[in-house]
């Protein structure tokens, strides 16, 4: 089974600009978890989203957003970048998602994200 | 919140055994996950615990005590790919991961 992927791989941008960063689950995964990674906060949960629906959120201003899509794949959005937004976005996909029950998250590689 | 403490660095000889702590505060959790993240590589999942008790993967193994709000990974036969971050991590009953700062493990020759 092919593992979690996200594009593109390296992104620079500059303060002010957008961006967009994808992620496809593992097949059959329906849950997909966005993560910001910095050297400062280490990783920090951003949103997750199951059966197109955003279903948890972390402590991070409206600047980012997310969806999913009806194939699980999943998109995430930083408008009006910050220099602060400099980090490494990390996806996770796991298989059920379901409230209560232990499911492991598998990362992708990530998408590293430079604001100049 | 579920603060969650680990040592920043430790250093051991190839073929030595470390064990890396966790500790937590929180008043509940779902489960406890270790992820090994090599620099400028994703995290990879190594090992979860739900339940009291030592759970054993091959050269690791990870231990769980939620009366002491404690857990530990422990890495056997140290080898040189085993320099690393090695990141506790707690799962709430959504699923989402509060993570700890990481372990960096140095292996020495």
């Known amino acids: 089974k092919a593992g979690v992927t996200q594009t593109p791989r390296y992104l620079i941008k500059t303060r002010g600009q957008q961006v967009t960063l994808s992620c496809s689950p593992i097949?059959?995964?329906?849950?997909v978890s966005w993560y910001q990674q910095t050297p400062g906060q280490g990783l920090q949960f951003l949103f997750e989203y199951f059966s197109e629906t955003q279903r948890n959120k972390g402590n991070f201003p409206g600047r980012f957003s997310g969806r999913q899509f009806s194939n699980s794949r999943s998109e995430m959005n930083v408008s009006t970048l910050e220099l602060g937004d400099s980090a490494l976005y990390l996806c996770?996909?796991?298989?059920?998602?379901?409230?209560?029950?232990?499911?492991?998250?598998?990362f992708g590689p990530g998408t590293r994200l430079t604001v100049l | 919140g579920q603060n969650i403490d680990q040592p920043t660095e430790m250093t051991a000889t190839e073929g030595a055994i470390v064990q890396i702590n966790c500790t937590y505060q929180?008043?509940?959790?779902?489960?406890l996950f270790w992820y090994q993240q090599h620099a400028g590589e994703a995290p990879t999942f190594l090992s979860y615990?739900?339940?009291?008790g030592l759970e054993e993967k091959g050269r690791f193994s990870s231990f769980l005590s939620r009366s002491k709000g404690y857990s530990y990974l422990l890495l056997k036969e140290l080898q040189m790919k085993d320099s690393a971050s090695y990141l506790c991590a707690l799962e709430d009953s959504w699923g989402k991961l509060q993570f700890g700062a990481g372990t960096q493990v140095v292996v020495t020759p």
């Open positions: 996770a996909s796991s298989s059920s998602g379901l409230a209560g029950t232990t499911d492991t998250q598998y």
């Open positions: 097949s059959g995964h329906r849950s």
């Open positions: 615990n739900v339940l009291d």
């Open positions: 929180t008043s509940g959790f779902n489960g």
